[in-house]
């Protein structure tokens, strides 16, 4: 499972960083249906089946703080025996998981402010807490115009628009990326979800920075919604996700490289509000 699960996230078979983080820690329960002598064998075999789970996508920092969370509570516990060590593992995976669908939850909660009634709104990319965040705003009965990027080249913004089109009361724009620029002006809200927020930057899907900037130059307040999580400190460092080149050209590339990255880093000063599970955030 945990080799499945690996190949999913660096497929990105599972679009939000929540998901991802979710996965992954079920994923590790695996270790502990392993038959195993002694306690530092077991601690051994979870740290390295984490290590691996995180390698599949070091730029999400939810990730990496499951994993860390995990394996800081198995190997900090005062653990008498195997299945101690085991019954740890069990029930902080199962911590992590509520705590992870809190926080998204929570987030998306805290964000139906943002998508005021009758406004017109342009997001970027897929953001599961964004979706919820405007699903609720819906349920509520507010009207919506919606803008999605197409988000090349995973076109992960196609599964946006169609979530939004299956929503009474939103009117639905799936948009070229190039093309934001021409439609933000008439946005009243730029709404992205956010990966992770490391110091004065904010890292997202490839393509947020011109938004950001683009936003920012035509008058267009910008919001981040996510997990508080996702905001880190000194034991993460982010690393870019280099994409196969397949996705951007199938034909060989005869003469020139194919640079295909899979975040980009926004300025926080760009960004005008950041909404987490713990409400609106100075940016």
Known sequence: MIDETVEEIADMQTHSASNVAIKAARALLTVADREVTTVEEYERDLERN??????????????????????????????TDVEDAKAVTRSTVDTVIENVRREKQDAAANAVPLFEDGSTILTHDYSSTVLAGLERAVEDGRELEVYVTEARPRYLGRRTARRLAGLDGVETHLIVDSAAGHHLPK???????????????????????????????????????????????????????????????????EGFNIENPGYDATPLSLVDTIITDKGELEA
Do not use: W
């Open 50 to 79: 984490a290590s691996v789970l995180r390698r599949a996508n070091p730029s999400h920092a939810i990730l990496q703080n499951a994993m860390a969370d995990i394996v800081d509570a198995v190997t900090t516990a005062d653990l």
């Open 187 to 253: 946005c009243d809200r730029l709404i992205t979800g956010i990966t992770s927020i490391v110091d004065d930057n904010m890292y997202n899907r490839i393509g947020t920075f011109p938004l950001a900037a683009t936003a920012n130059e035509v008058g267009t307040p910008m919001a981040a919604v996510g997990a508080s999580s996702k905001i880190v400190g000194k034991r993460f460092v982010f690393e870019n996700e280099y994409r196969p080149v397949s996705e951007v050209m199938r034909e060989p590339a």
